[in-house]
Each structure stands twice: as structure tokens, then as C-alpha cells.
């Protein structure tokens, strides 16, 4: 077994950073942040460091919101661009992101642990030097001559890829370790699972599928939800594994594509961040198509890509 990302390239970085700013930039985009201060103090809730930090100020302060949505719009997508502003953006980018979450999930009631990976990773990339500098279709390793040196973002990409792996396969091992050790094996033998799957479908969201509703009375179809439930926790649990072993990881990513597509019609829960998130820090999709090809051949050198690792060696 090998990590991953032992060799990520400048590209691989570039293509997680846009992706990651640019989920930040989409959620303001589509979140009227300013809205809050309309709604009554009381129903704001603080959650996490907020408990300590008071936000109330901020919540009650339209102009306060708008300045703190366009903070992130602006900042993440300069960061997303990256170049010599990303040194100076990063930090207060990641900043008003960890606000901007803060007041949604004290307004909307609840952390959205679908969000919580691409938070870290906001913070992760802002802290690390070199991030800025990593460009699109740069695919060197490696000094070409003796009196070259890796540039920071070479230098860095096999560990910056590296800890929002580990952030991502976390958040779900992490997550499906709560559900076993709180709910215990009760949760997927007394009908929860097909109670919350019809509940959900039934309520208000951006989607409107009711494909959830119809496991209703049909008792093969509630126990067929139930043992996905079961197998995508297994899944969720084993996601650290992902990142070391190659075959295990194209079964990964597969899977976790679809259990996430399935949420959409089932139930009307998106988790489009992580499935962007798997895509980026999973695979090798998104390379130039002569780097993926050129991968294939490199098998000793590293481990497997996506594209190479259903007939290779475990990684």
C-alpha cells in the first residue's frame, strides 16, 4: 500500500483549489446571506466556536451580511484564480467562509456535514505556501536540470491533496462511526431508515422527487433501503482505506457517486460538495488526458490512478 498522493502535481493542485473556492464562491452566490437579519434574534443558534465568539452583532446587520457574502464571493474567486493575490487573500477568504458558515448553521439550525469537508479544506489550502502559484496544465515533478529546484507548489501538491484526502475520509468515517456507536444496529431493523427516506422525500427542497415516498407498504422495498443504509455506512467507515489501496478506492468512488446521486432522487438531500470533492481529491479524471495515459504505464512508481487501477497491482 501506498498514500495516494505521494505524486500529485502542480495541476492536481490548481484543480483542487478552483474547486474548492469555487464551491465557497457557488454556496454565496445561492445563499442570501442578508436575509438573517430579518429573522428574530432568538432563532439563531450558535454552533461550534460561535458558542464562544458572539456573531449576534453580525446576524442583526444587513449591511454586515452583505459585506461578509461579497467578502467570500470576491476572495474565493481571486483564490480560485490564484497568482501572487492568493498570499494575501487566502487567509481572510478562509476567514469570512468560517463565518459565513457560522451564521448559516446557526439560522438554519444544524451543521450540514456536507459543508464540513470543503470548510477544512478551505482552511487547509489557505495555510500552506505554494498553493497560489500551482497552474493548470503544470505537470512537472521534478527539477529538469541539477541547478533547478521544485517549485513550492510541486513541492507541496502530494501534501496539500494528501490532508483534504485524509479531511474528506474522515468526515465520513467519522460521521458513520457516530451513526453505529449512538443508533446501534436498531437503526436498520426498526423501519427508521424507510421512515426518514419517506419523510424526506416529502419535504420541502430544491429538488421535488418523491421516488422516497413509494418504498411506502412494500416491505421488500423498506428493507432494500435498509440494507443500503447498512452498506453505504460500511463504506462510509472504510473511506480512509481509499486512499491507500487503489482497487478498494475505483469500489470507493464508484460506490459513493452513486449513494450520493440515489440521496438526490430518494430523498432530495444534495451533497454536490463532496461528490465534487471525491471527483478532485480521488481520481485522476481530471488531468491532461496524456498525463492519465502516461500514468498507466508508471506502475511502479507510484500509486494507480483511477484510470489505471482497475487491472493493476493494490496500491
Wanted: charged share 10%.
Amino acid at each position: 500500500m501506498s498514500w495516494f498522493h505521494v505524486d500529485a502535481r502542480p495541476h492536481d493542485l490548481a484543480v483542487l483549489r478552483i474547486a474548492v473556492f469555487g464551491i465557497w464562491v457557488v454556496i454565496a452566490l445561492g445563499t442570501p446571506l442578508q436575509t438573517a437579519a430579518d429573522l428574530p434574534a432568538w432563532l439563531f443558534t450558535p454552533r461550534g466556536p460561535w458558542t464562544v465568539i458572539p456573531l449576534d452583532g453580525l446576524v442583526g446587520s444587513v449591511g454586515w451580511l452583505w459585506a461578509l457574502r461579497l467578502a467570500v464571493i470576491v476572495g474565493g474567486i481571486a483564490c480560485a484564480i490564484g497568482g501572487r493575490s492568493y498570499t494575501v487573500l487566502a487567509g481572510p477568504t478562509a476567514l469570512a467562509v468560517l463565518v459565513m458558515h457560522g451564521v448559516m448553521t446557526g439560522v438554519g439550525g444544524f451543521v450540514n456535514h456536507a459543508q464540513i469537508a470543503v470548510l477544512y479544506a478551505a482552511w487547509l489550502l489557505a495555510l500552506q505556501r505554494g498553493v497560489g502559484a500551482a497552474h493548470l496544465g503544470d505537470m512537472a515533478t521534478e527539477a529538469t536540470t541539477a541547478r533547478q529546484q521544485p517549485s513550492r507548489s510541486a513541492a507541496g501538491a502530494p501534501f496539500a491533496l494528501a490532508s483534504v484526502g485524509l479531511v474528506v475520509a474522515l468526515a465520513y468515517s467519522l460521521l458513520a462511526l457516530r451513526r453505529i456507536t449512538r443508533g446501534g444496529a436498531e437503526i436498520y431493523l426498526d423501519g427508521s431508515t424507510g421512515i426518514m427516506t419517506i419523510a424526506r422525500s416529502l419535504e420541502y427542497a430544491q429538488t421535488s422527487f418523491r421516488v422516497g415516498s413509494l418504498i411506502e407498504g412494500s416491505t421488500l422495498l423498506l428493507g432494500l433501503v435498509a440494507v443500503g443504509f447498512l452498506v453505504s455506512t460500511i463504506f462510509e467507515l472504510l473511506a480512509p482505506l481509499a486512499l491507500l489501496n487503489s482497487r478498494f478506492r475505483v469500489v470507493w468512488v464508484g460506490y459513493m457517486v452513486v449513494f450520493h446521486l440515489s440521496t438526490i432522487v430518494m430523498m432530495n438531500i444534495a451533497f454536490l460538495e463532496n461528490l465534487v470533492l471525491i471527483v478532485v481529491v480521488f481520481t485522476r479524471v481530471l488531468r491532461p488526458r496524456g498525463d492519465r495515459s502516461s500514468a498507466m504505464a508508471d506502475v511502479g512508481s507510484g500509486p494507480l490512478s483511477i484510470a489505471s487501477s482497475g487491472g493493476g497491482p493494490s496500491s
